[in-house]
């Protein structure tokens, strides 16, 4: 054996750390786009083999310092100066390794995914849309407003509400789509004639009543039935509807929500009901694991 071999401190072991940390990053990528509880068994194995893996570094102290020959000109303080360096360069190239990884890896992952799994939560204003008997039982009324009348026109939206009576429990029951389609957010129109010469204009909302049999999107051929579930063409899922209360005899439109499917008409439906999301966004069914991430230039 060499002067040289016998005095350079023995290499650690191979550590198996390293691996697990690996697997441990790859569950969380995984599970940021697939589901929670892969991210959260990720995230585990991660800081656990990454704390292994640190714990490893800063404690492995070769033995064969004291054993080896001392070399000429080098002294006990030398030798452990030269290890403790070793250590401290290794620490810190995990430690900005991991600095630049999370600083490059997580505001894309953020405004990646984040937004296909919190919604839109966006507080949509409360509209009046004046006495329900305004809505004659049976028949969808066009009731167009404006959202934020300071800004103007870019906030019109249109509802189609429905009056379906009372639920067997006597509570009123109203459908009150929101007319944006859900693929990609063109404004959706009833398939029926309008009829104009019932008109009207309450506390600044525009209401026709129509004959809608069914809903379509002139965009790229959406079609929704008369319930607003999704019949054919690209849409992803039921159209959204508003929550509605009755406030002093009028029928208030409140926040907005997505509906997976609605099982039934009228008062007898059973809606699934989610979070809003945005257009082109899965709420349920295999198809929400898969494809999670907004559609590009969707709208709201
Ligand atoms: S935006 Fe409605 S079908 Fe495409």
């Given at each position: 054996m060499s002067e040289r071999e016998q005095h350079t401190p023995p290499l650690p072991a191979p550590s198996l750390w390293p691996i697990g940390f690996a697997i441990g990053i790859a569950c969380v990528l995984v599970g940021l786009v697939v589901s929670t509880a892969a991210l959260v068994i990720g995230l585990v194995v991660t800081l656990v083999f990454g704390g292994l893996w640190v714990r490893d570094l800063a404690g492995k102290?070769?033995?064969?310092v004291a054993a080896a020959p001392k070399p000429a000109m080098a002294t006990e303080a030398d030798l452990n100066a030269t290890t403790d360096r070793a250590t401290f360069l290794s620490l810190a190239t995990v430690g900005v390794g991991g600095l630049i990884g999370a600083g490059v890896t997580l505001p894309a992952l953020g405004f990646g995914v984040l937004p296909s799994f919190v919604g839109d939560r966006v507080e949509t204003k409360e509209v009046d849309l004046g006495p329900i008997s305004n809505f004659p039982e049976g028949q969808y009324v066009i009731a167009t407003y404006l959202e934020d009348p300071d800004l103007g026109e870019v906030t019109r939206r249109t509802a189609f509400v429905?009056?379906?009576?009372?639920?067997?429990?006597g509570e009123p029951s109203f459908t009150t789509i929101f007319?944006?389609?859900?693929?990609?957010?063109c404004p959706v129109q009833p398939n029926g004639p309008i009829d104009e010469e019932a008109r009207q204009e309450v506390n600044g909302v525009e209401l026709r009543p129509v004959l809608a049999a069914s809903f379509g999107c002139p965009c790229h051929g959406g079609l929704y039935d008369s319930?607003?579930?999704?019949?054919?063409?690209?849409?992803?899922r039921s159209l959204d509807r508003y929550e509605f209360s009755i406030r002093n005899g009028n029928l208030i439109l409140g926040r907005l929500f997505s509906v997976g499917d609605v099982d039934g008409?009228?008062?007898?439906a059973r809606i699934s009901k989610y979070y809003r999301a945005y257009p082109?966004?899965?709420?349920?069914?295999?198809e929400k694991w898969l494809y999670p991430i907004p559609t590009p230039g969707s709208t709201s």
């Amino acid at each position: 054996m060499s002067e040289r071999e016998q005095h350079t401190p023995p290499l650690p072991a191979p550590s198996l750390w390293p691996i697990g940390f690996a697997i441990g990053i790859a569950c969380v990528l995984v599970g940021l786009v697939v589901s929670t509880a892969a991210l959260v068994i990720g995230l585990v194995v991660t800081l656990v083999f990454g704390g292994l893996w640190v714990r490893d570094l800063a404690g492995k102290r070769p033995p064969a310092v004291a054993a080896a020959p001392k070399p000429a000109m080098a002294t006990e303080a030398d030798l452990n100066a030269t290890t403790d360096r070793a250590t401290f360069l290794s620490l810190a190239t995990v430690g900005v390794g991991g600095l630049i990884g999370a600083g490059v890896t997580l505001p894309a992952l953020g405004f990646g995914v984040l937004p296909s799994f919190v919604g839109d939560r966006v507080e949509t204003k409360e509209v009046d849309l004046g006495p329900i008997s305004n809505f004659p039982e049976g028949q969808y009324v066009i009731a167009t407003y404006l959202e934020d009348p300071d800004l103007g026109e870019v906030t019109r939206r249109t509802a189609f509400v429905r009056n379906n009576g009372r639920t067997e429990a006597g509570e009123p029951s109203f459908t009150t789509i929101f007319s944006r389609c859900v693929h990609l957010g063109c404004p959706v129109q009833p398939n029926g004639p309008i009829d104009e010469e019932a008109r009207q204009e309450v506390n600044g909302v525009e209401l026709r009543p129509v004959l809608a049999a069914s809903f379509g999107c002139p965009c790229h051929g959406g079609l929704y039935d008369s319930e607003g579930n999704r019949n054919a063409g690209p849409p992803v899922r039921s159209l959204d509807r508003y929550e509605f209360s009755i406030r002093n005899g009028n029928l208030i439109l409140g926040r907005l929500f997505s509906v997976g499917d609605v099982d039934g008409t009228g008062a007898k439906a059973r809606i699934s009901k989610y979070y809003r999301a945005y257009p082109g966004v899965h709420v349920d069914g295999i198809e929400k694991w898969l494809y999670p991430i907004p559609t590009p230039g969707s709208t709201s």
